[in-house]
């Protein structure tokens, strides 16, 4: 299964996802020299179980057992997706819950709970119906145990109000590595993968790339990759692929792409077939230099014909938040207006619309055109003080 680590910036996503995996997910330039994350970044992780430690310390990623050096039993593999957690990137994290089949919101011990973003991001997993959830309130060794209970306290209240629903807090210091351990329990216990192997096959792309070195030679050349998640069906090697709605061609018009399904990866094994868990990579036959640089995100995937239609206009009703998400001052909702634009996340598609019609049903002409369902929920975000804000969602009619 995709489970997401969201929550509010340097609260510590990527340290935890290291801890877990092994890898830092943060590869990019900008990400390095910034300190956030600014790209989803995946990597996989093996939950192990000791057979001779006694079970609240049996838990582990690793091959032999930290505590008697036992060899574990591989009980399952995950796909961890790092989010970004800025304000400004709220579109790539509502992108990444679309892929999410569980989460694990990060809540820092050493500042107030809610912060701005985890207050935004709780409310995606709410309007993306994601119910697989454990908080892990992180950097408990930066406080006092009084401090550590109180805010323990005030997460609880937090989300219980949020959601309805009580869920699980585990407090650990991932720089230390403390209680990760139980971290790999709850996932184990309580995020339990879903099943949709029914339907015709379809998979959104999150990422694209051309894994080519510069200076290959043509014959040599590899055809371009598609990662992200597939959400119903199942791939077959040697399907014929359609990727909708595609880019644009020489006309300004979005033309879909009609490839071949070469080979399927998950994390370094290559399968013949695939149904939905875990982070997939599809080598297809695409010329490189479509995919490159994440050209083709926001792409739907499936067999050639047996796609959902491509919408250039949208009609959503809309359901709006009291007050505006991600911001300290509590600032109240207005009703959307006509000729005003808004960013619309549509699984891992996000684009402008200008709104031709108001009111609870709302008409818009998007900017880039989007291939989803009747019926799929859709992120509506507004922009407040020159940033993009989640202000409620809609419902495509």
């Known amino acids: 299964m995709n489970i997401g680590l969201i929550g509010h910036v340097d609260h510590g996503k990527t340290t935890l996802t290291a801890a877990l995996s092994g890898k830092w997910t943060d590869i990019h330039s900008e990400e390095l020299k910034r300190g956030i994350t600014i790209k989803l970044g995946y990597a996989d992780v093996d939950i192990r179980k000791c057979p001779k430690c006694k079970a609240q310390e049996a838990y582990t990623t690793k091959e032999k057992c930290p505590k008697c050096k036992s060899k574990t039993k591989l009980l399952r593999k995950v796909s961890l997706i790092d989010a970004p957690g800025h304000e400004t990137l709220i579109a790539i994290m509502i992108s990444g819950a679309a892929i999410m089949d569980g989460a694990l919101l990060m809540i820092a011990a050493n500042e107030p709970c ?5 207050r935004e991001h709780l409310a995606a997993l709410k309007i993306l119906g994601i119910k697989n959830l454990v908080i892990i309130q992180n950097k408990v060794d930066l406080v006092t145990k009084e401090e550590a209970k109180k805010n323990h306290k005030a997460i609880n209240k937090f989300v219980t109000e949020a959601l309805g629903f009580e869920v699980p807090i585990i407090p650990i210091s991932a720089q230390k590595q403390a209680n990760v351990d139980f971290v790999v ?10 099943g949709k192997c029914s ?15 510069p200076g290959t030679k043509i014959p040599e050349l590899c055809g371009g990759v598609l990662g ?62 479509m995919t490159k640089s994440d050209s083709l995100v926001g792409n739907l995937v499936g067999i050639a014909g047996k796609m959902p239609p491509v919408f250039h206009n949208l009609e959503l009703e809309t359901k709006l938040f009291g007050k505006v998400m991600g911001v300290k001052e509590d600032t109240l909702i207005a009703p959307i207006k006509g000729n005003e634009p808004l960013m619309i996340s549509v699984s891992t598609c996000t684009t402008l619309g200008i709104v031709a019609q108001a009111g ?38």
């Open 185 to 194: 329990e709850a996932i184990e216990e309580l995020l339990k993968a879903p």
């Open 360 to 397: 609870k049903k709302i008409r818009l002409n998007l900017k880039r055109p989007v291939c989803a369902h009747k019926g799929d929920k859709v992120a509506i975000s507004r922009q407040i003080r020159n940033r993009w804000h989640l202000i409620g969602f809609g419902i495509i009619k």
């Open 114 to 118: 809610p912060q701005p973003q985890t």
């Open 199 to 213: 339907g015709n096959p379809e998979m959104v792309i999150a990422r694209s790339f051309d894994i080519n070195k």
């Open 228 to 289: 992200g998640a597939i959400i119903s069906g199942e791939f077959k090697v040697g399907d014929k692929l359609e990727i909708r709605p595609g880019p644009k061609n020489e006309k300004g018009q979005w033309e879909p792409i009609i490839t071949k399904l070469n080979s399927i990866a998950c994390g370094c094994v290559c399968v013949k077939s695939k149904c939905s868990g875990g982070s997939i990579a599809f080598a297809t036959a695409l010329d490189p230099s």
